[in-house]
């Protein structure tokens, strides 16, 4: 069983319906303990060399979802590929689906883009 949290990268604002990343630019401020904590754990997932190639996989993938059966070949055996999806999921970073046999991946909505927020140098 494991002990992982879902990162909760964005929050909606119910009356613009607008996602917002979930922590500052670090170039703003100093983030807080819980933030910071959100923030590694998101940056933990994607650390591991195989975790951030399947999450480009999926990424970059026509449509911005990808079946499993189309992004397990990185090197690594099937329940490999599982594990590390299943990791990348645990942090928020992706979604999946079942379809028959077959689950697809897509990247969570707004990840990309509050990564990116986050890492922006202000000014």
Request: charged share 25%.
């Amino acid at each position: 069983m494991s002990n992982a949290k879902a990162l909760p990268l964005l929050e909606r604002e119910p009356a613009a319906e607008v996602a917002v990343p979930c922590c500052p630019p670090l170039t703003e401020r100093p983030l807080t303990a819980d933030e910071a904590e959100r923030t590694a754990g998101m940056f933990k997932a994607l650390g591991d060399p195989v975790r951030l190639r399947l999450f480009s996989l999926v990424a970059s993938h026509e449509g911005g979802e990808a079946c499993v059966c189309d992004i397990s070949d990185v090197g690594v055996s099937q329940p490999t590929v599982s594990h590390h999806l299943k990791k990348l999921r645990e942090a928020g970073l992706l979604t999946s689906e079942r379809r028959g046999t077959w689950v697809y991946y897509r990247v969570e909505p707004s990840v990309v883009a509050a990564m990116g927020q986050m890492l922006k140098i202000a000014g």
